[in-house]
Every structure is written in structure tokens, then in C-alpha cells.
């Protein structure tokens, strides 16, 4: 029996390690399984992650297709403005065509109106497939228009479809709408909205020939002989229309209001000056367009620029051919008529010429009783070019009373001598002390076989113009058709206002909508022109009108000669604002004694030779148009708007 136990025993002890056998088995299974889970929630968990970021990936790519196809489209807009201009057009016609802008609105839509690829738009070999993204046009949205086109410059007006006087700039604004639907790969779509304005700046550049010839010095607003730099006088400040030249030199100070110049601004000098001495400082000799000290600033604006060190112009030698111009309306003369030319030339209101030996006053005209086989002439015929007053005078000029006729009323003494010259009739009546004498013809231009080219009245007084006005303040003096110059052996006294009937220029921003001051008024050029001259003295201003300390003269001004030192110098009390609508030519600069100055050019005189006749000239390099223009073009961006229209579609 103890046998039988030992084996029980035995046997026990063997078996009992086979029952925990597979353990590690279950435990292996239970690991993977956990594994496996773990692993697809991975999977699970980055596939949504590349999933939204997919989405997210498609619709910024969608957004910036739209935007890409926003810039591409505007750059084109400004592409297809410039391609519209032609190489060369003819003067005085506006370098973009009318009717550009349908063009162009129609252009955007037919080429981005299906999907246009952006692919390789990037560095230069870019594969194709390296931006799949695209972009189309809403033709719904999309507009271009034009809003205005402002012509200006080079004595330029009116509209850019019908322009005055060959602009030199041209101003369009366009209102612009785009629509871009950006499209991704993955079907995703955004569309932007951009909305604004592009204001399109062309400088058109006149081809051009230079030569030398004679200038009229009516070509400048402003024109100054002598001012040296720094020698304490200043310009007064305002607007200088025309272009400013000086055989010197120009010298600004502080003031309140602006110095503004439109036109080139040249001068013979290295330098211009930069007085504060009003201020406390000193003068800054400089060839910078502003300049500061202790706080102050002198900056006047010079819209074309200064240029100095510039050659000087040469200067009219003396008045003798206006002088000539009165007796054969020619003026070409190598000295001073002498007494003996005027006897032959020239006779008062009771037929008596001139006297040989001189005489101290009178009013002459050239005229002739006979012809020339000695047979009387009824009415006697007009010979010259104007008008001839020994001593000193007073001359008010008044519009006659027909729409072609100037009178002249002219007072030396107790003698006061009336012309009228009627160009339409064909008639100079002049009257003096209950006599009238009635002449067949009018003062006229000659050419040098001496027939008849224009009429055109030069008035020449041997002496003082003691005062030199128009019938009363604000009231015309000048009419309509009168070509006019008035010279002084001596000084000029303007003691009113001088003005055209017709004002042919804009004197104030807008006055014409949408133009600057003196632009040429269309319909307003009716030969009206005035000039004033002295080689020998001053052009002074001693207003005597009530009314207010405001005065403006319609003429250009001229105090020229060589070797002169006339000057435009205000004699009597201080005055709020001068106008002067022509231009200023001076010897020396001189102050005005006057709060506010503005000159607007007469830009009629800038082209066609215009000038009052017989206005001293020079010799200067000009400048001639040919028949064509080329023009280039700077455009701004203005975005006022820009909406992100939906998200996805």
C-alpha cells in the first residue's frame, strides 16, 4: 500500500505545471488584439485629420485663385489702356480713343470667361501641375467705365473729346467692378468682389523742331532782367500762370499764402533766394525748389518745375519801331523818327501835319488828303499803324458803340481829342472841340510792301501817360476785335481797371467745370489783345477807384530794354490784390506794394504768334510742332472696396 501511495504521489507532482500551460498565449492574443485597436484608431484618427486638412488645403487654394485672378485681371485693365494708345496721333487729339473702356470691359470677359490657369505663372520653368488652381470672370460683376477725363496743360481746355489748345496732360478716372471665381482640385470654389478706380495720367510729348526766330515777349507770364539774389526784395505771393524766366534770378520770403507757378520757372542764375528776414533769418542762396529755417518754410510749387542756369534772353533795344509802327504799320526802324518824317507822315483833326521843327503836344494820325496824281481825297485815306501824341496825356479806353468799334479818349490839358475806330465800317472818326473828321480806313498791320495784313492800333505818346485806365471799375475797356498796343516814350500811369470785353482765359480753379485757372475759354477768342509797353520808364499803378483796393489790368505789361531799369512799381496807396490777366516783362523786379498778386497768362499767346502787335521781341530758340504726339502713361490704384462674396459654392 505505501507503494501505491509513492506513485499517486509521483504522478501528482508531474502534472500539476501542464495545467498553467497557454497563459502566455492568451496574454500574447490579448496584447495584439489591443494593438490592432490601437493602430486603427490611428488610421481612423489621421485620415480625418488628412481629410479636413485636404479641405482646408482646396478652399485656400480656391480663395487664392480668386484673389490671383483679381490682380490679373486689373494689371490687364491697365494693359489694355496702354496698348490702346497709338504710337503717334495727331496734336490736339486725346491719346486714348473714345469708347476704349467697352473694348476693354468686353476683352476681360471673353478671355477669362472660361477657367484660365494660373500654372507656371511662378518662377520661370514651373511644371505645369505645380499650381492646378483657376480662376473665370463673373461677367455679372464685371464693369469698367469712364467716370472724366480732364485735359490740362500747354494752354489745353475744354474736353478730352474735344480739346483746346494741344493739351499736355490728360486726367482719365475709370470705375472698375471685377468678379473671380477661384475654382481648387477638389471642386471647391470662392468668389471675391473688387471695386475702385483707376486714374490713368498720359503726358502726351509734342514731336518737335527747334529753331531760332523772333519771340513776341508777351510769350512769358513773368520775365525779370535784373533781381539780384538775396538783395532783400521778395516776389509777393499767388499764382504765376505762363512761363517765368529771369536774366537774374527770383528771391521768395514767408508768406501766409502760396507761391504757386503752373509753368516751367527758369532763370539765368545758379541759385534762386530764400529770405527770412521778415522771420528774423537770413537769405539762403540755393538751387533746391523749398528751404526751412527755425521752423519756417519757404516751399512754393512749381507744377513744371525750376530750372536754373539757363541762358539769359536777349533784350529789345529801345521803342523806335512802335514808334515807326504809327506811321506805316510796319515798325521797322533804326532810330528815332525825326520831325521831318512826322510832317510827311502824319496830321491833326484840322489836316495840319506835323511841324518840321517839332511840337510840344497834339494827337496825330497818319493819314493822307491826296492821292497820287494830287486829286483830293473825300474822305482822306488811312495810311499807318496807329495813333501819335506829342507831350504827356491821360488815355481812357472805352468800347465803341457798335460790337467792332474802340474808342480813344485822350486829354492833354484842357484838351480832350476823341478817336473812334470802327473796323467793320472801315472808319477812324476823330473829334476834338466840336470838329470831327471822318478817315476812310483804320490803323492797320503791314507787311514791308506796306498792304493792309490786319487792323492792329499802335498807340504811341511822346511823354508821360499820366493816367492810363478804362471807363470805370470793373466796367470793359477793351472791345471785342481790338488789337491794341500802347507805348510811352516815358512812364505809364494806370490809374483803373483794364479789361477785355470778352475774358478769354479762366481766372479761378473750375470756372470752366473740371479745368484749372487760365485755360483758353472756348468761343472767347475774339481777337481782343492788349499790350502795354515802355523802354524808357515805368508801368506804375496809383488806383484811383472807390469802390475797393482791388485792381486788374487785361494786357500783358512790359517796362523792357536793354540797358533799362523799368520796373511795374505801385505809386499809390497799399493794395489788397492785383490781377493781371497777359503777363509782367520787367528790367528790374520791383515790389507792388500789394497784399496778393496773381498773373494768369494769356495762353493765346503762347502758340500761332500771337501778341499785341507791334509788342517788343527777341531772339530765342523755339520750339515747333509737327504733326504728331506720342504719349506715355502713369496709372494709380484707389481700391474702395472688396468683399469676399461666399465661401464655397
Not at 478716372?173 to 478706380?197: C, P
Not at 510792301?449 to 493816367?467: D, R
Not at 500783358?556 to 489788397?576: D, K, P, Q, R, Y
Request: overall charge neutral.
Amino acid at each position: 500500500m505505501q507503494r501505491n501511495r509513492f506513485h499517486v504521489s509521483k504522478f501528482n507532482r508531474r502534472r500539476s505545471p501542464q495545467r498553467q500551460s497557454g497563459v502566455a498565449l492568451v496574454t500574447a492574443l490579448i496584447l495584439l488584439l489591443l494593438l490592432t485597436g490601437l493602430s486603427l484608431a490611428m488610421v481612423m484618427s489621421v485620415r480625418s485629420d488628412l481629410f479636413i486638412n485636404g479641405y482646408y488645403r482646396n478652399f485656400r487654394g480656391s480663395f487664392y485663385a480668386a484673389d490671383s485672378g483679381l490682380n490679373v485681371m486689373r494689371q490687364d485693365l491697365v494693359n489694355q489702356l496702354n496698348a490702346a494708345i497709338p504710337a503717334t496721333f495727331t496734336p490736339n487729339t486725346q491719346p486714348v480713343p473714345a469708347g476704349t473702356e467697352g473694348t476693354i470691359q468686353t476683352y476681360i470677359k471673353t478671355t477669362y470667361g472660361s477657367s484660365f490657369s494660373l500654372a507656371g505663372s511662378g518662377t520661370s520653368g514651373t511644371p505645369a501641375a505645380s499650381y492646378p488652381e483657376t480662376f473665370t470672370v463673373d461677367p455679372a460683376l464685371t464693369t469698367f467705365t469712364l467716370t472724366s477725363c480732364i485735359p490740362s496743360g500747354g494752354g489745353g481746355g475744354g474736353t478730352c473729346t474735344t480739346p483746346i489748345g494741344n493739351p499736355s496732360t490728360y486726367t482719365y478716372v475709370y470705375a472698375y467692378t471685377l468678379g473671380s471665381i477661384g475654382s481648387a482640385q477638389g471642386g471647391q470654389k470662392t468668389e471675391l468682389r473688387d471695386e475702385g478706380s483707376l486714374t490713368f495720367n498720359v503726358t502726351v510729348t509734342a514731336a518737335s523742331s527747334h529753331t531760332t526766330t523772333n519771340a513776341s515777349f508777351a510769350a512769358w507770364g513773368l520775365f525779370f532782367d535784373q533781381n539780384p539774389i538775396c538783395d532783400g526784395s521778395v516776389l509777393i505771393p499767388g499764382t504765376v500762370s505762363g512761363p517765368v524766366f529771369s536774366n537774374d534770378t527770383f528771391n521768395f520770403g514767408v508768406f501766409s499764402t502760396k507761391y504757386i507757378f503752373t509753368d516751367n520757372v527758369g532763370t539765368a542764375s545758379a541759385n534762386v533766394g530764400y529770405d527770412f528776414g521778415n522771420k528774423g533769418g537770413s537769405c539762403d542762396q540755393k538751387n533746391t525748389t523749398s528751404d526751412s529755417q527755425s521752423g519756417n518754410t519757404i516751399a512754393p510749387t512749381f507744377q513744371n518745375g525750376l530750372s536754373v542756369g539757363q541762358n539769359k534772353i536777349p533784350l529789345p533795344g529801345n521803342s523806335y519801331n512802335q514808334e515807326q509802327a504809327v506811321i506805316d504799320g510796319i515798325g521797322t526802324a533804326s532810330g528815332a523818327v525825326t520831325p521831318a518824317a512826322l510832317n510827311a507822315s502824319v496830321k491833326n483833326i484840322n489836316q495840319t501835319a506835323y511841324p518840321s521843327g517839332g511840337a510840344a503836344s497834339g494827337v496825330y494820325l497818319p493819314y493822307k488828303t491826296v492821292d497820287s496824281l494830287g486829286h483830293p481825297l473825300n474822305p482822306p485815306q488811312f495810311t499807318g499803324g496807329g495813333i501819335y501824341v506829342e507831350g504827356a496825356a491821360t488815355v481812357k479806353l472805352t468800347p465803341g458803340g457798335t460790337s467792332t468799334s474802340q474808342v480813344y479818349t485822350i486829354t492833354q490839358g484842357s484838351t480832350t481829342t476823341t478817336i473812334t475806330v470802327d473796323t467793320a465800317a472801315n472808319t477812324t472818326v476823330m473829334s476834338s472841340g466840336g470838329t470831327n473828321l471822318t478817315i476812310s480806313g483804320v490803323p492797320s498791320m503791314r507787311d514791308s510792301t506796306g498792304a493792309a495784313l490786319s487792323s492792329a492800333t499802335m498807340l504811341y505818346v511822346n511823354g508821360n501817360i499820366t493816367s492810363l485806365s478804362g471807363p470805370g471799375e470793373g466796367q470793359p475797356a477793351v472791345n471785342d476785335g481790338t488789337a491794341l498796343t500802347i507805348t510811352s516814350a516815358a512812364n505809364v500811369t494806370i490809374t483803373g481797371d483794364i479789361l477785355y470785353k470778352t475774358q478769354p482765359v479762366t481766372t479761378s480753379q473750375n470756372q470752366i467745370a473740371g479745368t484749372p485757372a487760365d485755360t483758353l475759354i472756348p468761343g472767347n477768342n475774339k481777337g481782343q489783345v492788349l499790350g502795354i509797353f515802355t523802354a524808357g520808364g515805368d508801368i506804375r499803378i496809383d488806383d484811383k477807384q472807390t469802390a475797393d483796393t482791388n485792381i486788374e489790368i487785361d494786357a500783358s505789361l512790359a517796362t523792357i530794354s536793354a540797358g533799362g531799369s523799368g520796373s511795374l512799381v505801385n505809386t499809390g496807396e497799399s493794395l489788397n490784390y492785383i490781377r493781371v490777366v497777359g503777363g509782367r516783362i520787367q528790367n528790374k523786379a520791383n515790389t507792388l506794394n500789394a497784399a496778393t498778386r496773381d498773373i494768369f497768362f494769356d495762353r493765346r499767346f503762347a502758340s500761332n504768334n500771337f501778341a499785341p502787335p507791334f509788342f517788343p521781341a527777341t531772339t530765342i530758340t523755339s520750339t515747333t510742332v509737327t504733326t504728331t504726339d506720342t504719349a506715355s502713361a502713369i496709372p494709380t490704384f484707389q481700391r474702395t472696396r472688396w468683399l469676399n462674396m461666399s465661401s464655397t459654392y
